[in-house]
């Protein structure tokens, strides 16, 4: 229950941040802030950096997780560890996976050696209609990149390999839930304190605004938050699949197709929806 009470503190303050940038992007472009999310993103398209169809959202999903790399490697001050070009396939879920929100599988190929099979990640954006989805927007992608990427779980990854260190590499955080989805959040967290969100926008290639960035980032940290109140109480029988689904949609402004996917996948893996804020 300390963990529920941490959740809907944290879900609080994550959605008061995300109010107030609701509240500058409305009048930067002239949107009414009282809006629900899925309104007001869409009242945002005209703003958003969409691709123009698969391809293009390819080529894009290959520049955020560059622009990640060059910001957090060496010449940069923000230097976490030197990471590898990466070779990267996308293409769309099985069907089986669709139901649970997972519509987009890409594989990251660090050059992993016999050693460290490639690692695949599935994450919620729909290539089937990428120039009309805004979690397919760039603005998006670059959030996803510190998260998946740099200096988030491919880094996380990297230094796990690197050490020939047992408690380094459980430090790192594969053999946990834990450090290992909290390492991603962190990363999230790191990118935006560091500048990461304001630089990407100025570079020639992205010509951004960083507070829809910050918009896109501040929406996933409510989702986390929350999910830290729906898994527990799940668990424990005080919420049921539709209760979860709701709180999702009602105080995560999450999109009801997604929420309906996360309720569905909680069960089978209890703890780990919450792992994210306690690591």
């Given at each position: 229950r300390d963990l529920i009470a941490l959740g809907k503190t944290e879900s609080a303050r994550s959605r008061e941040e995300l109010l107030e940038v609701k509240q500058g992007l409305s009048d930067r472009y002239d949107i009414d802030p009282n809006l629900p999310m899925n309104d007001f993103l869409e009242a945002l398209k005209p703003h958003l950096t969409l691709p123009k169809n698969k391809e293009d959202f390819l080529a894009n999903v290959r520049l955020a997780f560059d622009k990640a790399n060059a910001f957090f490697t060496d010449p940069h001050e923000n230097n976490v560890?030197?990471?590898?070009?990466?070779?990267?396939?996308?293409?769309?879920?099985?069907?089986?996976?669709?139901?649970?929100?997972?519509?987009?599988?890409?594989?990251?190929?660090?050059?992993?050696?016999?050693?460290?099979?490639?690692?695949?990640?599935?994450?919620?954006?729909?290539?089937l209609s990428p120039e009309t989805n805004t979690t397919c927007s760039l603005e998006n992608l670059m959030v996803l990149a510190t998260h998946e990427v740099t200096p988030g779980h491919i880094n996380q990854g990297v230094l796990m390999q690197r050490s020939n260190d047992v408690n380094r590499r459980i430090g790192a955080g594969m053999s946990s839930i834990g450090p290992l989805e909290g390492w991603g959040l962190f990363a999230e967290e790191l990118a935006h304190e560091a500048g990461f969100f304001e630089w990407v926008s100025c570079e020639d290639e992205c010509q951004m605004d960083p507070l829809i960035i910050r918009l896109f980032y501040l929406k996933g940290k409510l989702?986390?938050?929350?999910?830290?109140?729906?898994?527990?109480?799940?668990?424990?029988?005080?919420?049921?699949?539709?209760?979860?689904?709701?709180?999702?949609?009602?105080?995560?402004?999450?999109e009801p197709r997604f929420a309906a996917g996360q309720a569905a996948y909680y069960p089978l893996l209890p703890g780990y929806p919450s792992s994210y804020y306690p690591a």
């Open positions: 560890v030197p990471a590898q070009q990466a070779d990267i396939e996308v293409s769309n879920a099985p069907g089986f996976l669709q139901k649970f929100g997972f519509i987009v599988m890409f594989a990251d190929l660090y050059h992993p050696g016999p050693d460290r099979p490639p690692a695949t990640y599935m994450v919620g954006a729909d290539v989702l986390r938050a929350g999910r830290m109140v729906v898994d527990p109480a799940l668990q424990l029988g005080e919420m049921s699949a539709d209760d979860v689904q709701r709180y999702l949609v009602e105080e995560c402004l999450a």
